[in-house]
């Protein structure tokens, strides 16, 4: 069928078969829940629902597309016409879910982000999402490089992280302008335990907004005491903010938490 591609939503939809294989290779789908976003024309939902899974539930934003997930699938997909940044993942709550999402790129960080905030009271198995192979690098980057920063710390904290596989453009239709990365996330059983997340991301927000200076200034803006904890912390104040790994991010916003609680 053929479906006029809004560039609004983010619309490159997945035509390459091998490719649509490959992503539900990526885990095992028998007999699982599982969640698909922005599923579009049906492309993928099609070869996870040839996998037998125990229930697909998918959320799509464009009611036309919705119709045409409806005529497609009739009752053996659970189809919510919402938009995800919206959706109350507390649905889903009591049971556990696999997530496919092939996203659109505007809205792909906002949307892995929700799943790290909400993972306090509900767990899904696997993440397996589509990026901008931009935005996977940075997700993927390692300390003391030039791409890590805020959406590898907070996204690491808490996720285990691996790249299936790049994907180039003329897998899709219409072709998007980047090459895109195929991205499995699954939850960490250990982590540094942190109050709220939106703690770390204040801190990480203060330290990389400015990213070339020395953590001496933002640790001297957020703590009276700051010469006192980051000895404590054994933390370099020369150091710059890409030196500092997960666990010193976490310490910091250990000692903010006390700081404001
Ligand atoms: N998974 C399909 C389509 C990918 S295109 C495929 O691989 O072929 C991205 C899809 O996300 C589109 O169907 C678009 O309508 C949908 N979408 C865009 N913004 C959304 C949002 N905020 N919430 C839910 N779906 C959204």
Redo the contacts with the bound molecule.
């Keep these: 069928m053929q479906v006029k591609?809004?560039k609004s939503?983010?619309?490159?939809?997945?035509?390459d078969k091998k490719v649509?294989f490959k992503i539900v290779s990526a885990i095992e789908i028998e007999g699982k829940n599982i969640i698909?976003?922005?599923?579009?024309?049906?492309?993928?939902?099609e070869i996870i629902l040839s996998k037998k899974p125990n229930k697909l539930f998918v959320?799509?934003?464009?009611i036309h597309?919705c119709e045409i997930l409806h005529e497609k699938f009739k009752n053996k997909v659970t189809i919510f016409n919402?938009?995800?940044?919206?959706?109350n993942l507390e649905r889903f709550k009591n049971n556990n879910f696999t997530v496919?999402?092939?996203?659109?790129y505007n809205?792909s960080s906002k949307?892995i982000s929700k799943f790290v905030n909400n993972s306090d009271t509900i767990l899904f198995d696997d993440l397996i999402f589509?990026f901008q192979k931009e935005v996977g690098d940075r997700i993927l980057a390692n300390v003391n490089t030039s791409l890590y920063g805020r959406l590898s710390i907070l996204l690491n904290w808490r996720l285990n992280i691996k790249k299936i596989c790049d994907i180039k453009p003329n897998c899709?239709n219409p072709k998007p302008k980047v090459d895109s990365s195929l991205i499995h996330f699954k939850y960490k059983e250990k982590f540094f335990p942190i109050s709220n997340i939106k703690n770390l991301e204040t801190i990480t927000r203060i330290f990389f907004n400015q990213r070339r200076k020395k953590i001496k200034k933002p640790f001297k803006q957020i703590f009276q005491d700051f010469e006192e904890i980051s000895n404590e912390l054994e933390i370099d104040l020369n150091l710059r903010p890409q030196n500092l790994d997960i666990e010193a991010f976490c310490k910091i916003t250990e000692k903010y938490e006390n700081l404001i609680s």
Excluded: V, Y
């Excluded at 939503?9 to 035509?15: A, C, D, H």
């Excluded at 698909?36 to 939902?45: A, R, V």
């Excluded at 496919?100 to 659109?104: C, E, R, S, V």
């Design positions: 591609a809004k939503l983010g619309q490159n939809f997945l035509i649509i698909e976003i922005g599923p579009g024309t049906g492309n993928l939902t959320i799509e934003k464009d597309l919402e938009d995800i940044l919206k959706f496919f999402g092939n996203l659109p809205i949307i589509m899709f």
